[in-house]
């Protein structure tokens, strides 16, 4: 019977030290700040909206509003966008997806200043990620754990997708090695599959990606150590897809006709089998939410360790 890698647990854990951060740099008259644009009304990015509004009282951070409607054009998506950009006060933009269809979203996304991509999607973020320029993120060993403790940031690293990398440290949470593990993704998004395979590689783990394509999807998982899913189809993995003793990590998230919501992992077959499983709710969802005030923090202590002068008194 698989243990529950609990990510309510780990995200209490990251909020809180998000909460001391953002109080010790109060103390320095830096209020931390976080943009949110919502377009149009679709009511999972509502649920998530308000989730994160939620979690920013909980630490202190400000959140920024901005809402426009379903027919809002692209020009006022992006006059957002450079408002926010221009904004002091906001530390970190997040724009909501699924944006509505006639939008390009790449478009829109590559628009949010790199220093302020808290969610880490735009083209120079990712371009970052697949360069190994802001992976030390993932790391605690060697150069990288002094990176990390000094709270040093690079100006050329970019900020991490929220998902995947909340992926990697609840991974990393529970003690689960990936050097050398073979990890299975299912899904090649840019928001979750891409990115997450690129910081499973990193970790030195083997990677194979799977999408809609691939050709029995089951060969594949049963030989997974670590399985990844973030499709949006209910039940896609089931108890005889999974090796015995595999980490089954879910991330997807499908919401019933009574509202409950479901992953990608038929949960009840698969946990006789694997050694760690997350539920959903309960999983990953939470630690999503949890990165994203953390890299709001971090952007926010770069932007004053790149712009303060040095006082001496
Ligand atoms: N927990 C969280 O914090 C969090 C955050 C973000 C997203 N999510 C959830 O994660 C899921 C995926 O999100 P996304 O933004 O990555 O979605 P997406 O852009 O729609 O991508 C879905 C991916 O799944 C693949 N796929 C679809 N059906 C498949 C099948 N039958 N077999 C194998 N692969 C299949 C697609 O393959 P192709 O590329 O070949 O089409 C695509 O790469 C959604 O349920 C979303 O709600 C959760």
Request: proline share 3%.
């Given at each position: 019977m698989a243990k529950i890698l609990d990510g309510k647990a780990l995200a209490e854990e990251i909020k809180r030290e998000v909460k001391k951060e953002v109080e010790s740099l109060r103390e320095f008259g830096i209020e931390v700040g976080l943009g949110l644009l919502l377009v149009g009304a679709n009511s999972a990015s509502k649920q998530y909206y308000n989730a994160i509004l939620k979690a920013c009282r909980t630490v202190g951070i400000k959140a920024f509003e901005f809402s426009l409607s379903e027919e809002a054009s692209i020009n006022e998506i992006l006059n957002v966008i450079h408002e926010a950009n221009r904004d002091e006060?906001?530390?970190?933009?997040?724009?909501?997806?699924p944006l509505p269809r006639r939008i390009?979203?790449?478009?829109?996304?590559?628009?949010?200043?790199?220093?302020?991509?808290?969610?880490?999607?735009?083209?120079?973020?990712?371009?970052?990620?697949?360069?190994?320029?802001?992976?030390?993120?993932?790391?605690?060993?060697?150069?990288?754990?002094?990176?990390?403790q000094t709270g040093f940031f690079p100006a050329v690293s970019g900020f991490l997708p929220c998902t995947p990398f909340g992926v990697i440290r609840l991974l990393e949470y529970y003690g689960i090695e990936l050097k050398g593990k073979h990890?299975?993704?299912?899904?090649?998004?840019?928001?979750?599959?891409?990115?997450?395979?690129?910081m499973l590689l990193a970790k030195e783990a083997t990677v194979t990606v799977c999408h809609r394509e691939t050709r029995d999807l089951s060969h594949h998982t049963r030989q997974a150590d670590i399985i990844c899913t973030a499709t949006g189809v209910r039940g896609l993995i089931k108890g005889d897809m999974v090796k015995e003793g595999a980490v089954v990590v879910d991330i997807g998230i499908n919401v019933l006709e009574d509202g409950s919501i479901v992953g990608d992992v038929e949960f009840d077959s698969v946990k006789e089998k694997a050694s760690y499983i997350t539920p959903v709710p309960g999983g990953v969802g939470p630690v999503t939410i949890a990165m994203l005030l953390e890299n709001t923090v971090r952007s926010a202590k770069r932007t004053e360790a790149m712009k303060s002068p040095l006082m001496l008194s």
């Open positions: 006060r906001i530390n970190g933009l997040l724009v909501l997806f390009n979203a790449r478009r829109v996304v590559n628009e949010i200043l790199p220093e302020k991509d808290v969610d880490g999607l735009g083209a120079i973020s990712i371009g970052r990620l697949a360069a190994d320029e802001s992976t030390f993120q993932i790391f605690h060993e060697g150069v990288y754990k002094e990176l990390n990890a299975v993704v299912v899904g090649k998004s840019l928001a979750v599959g891409k990115p997450l395979s690129l």
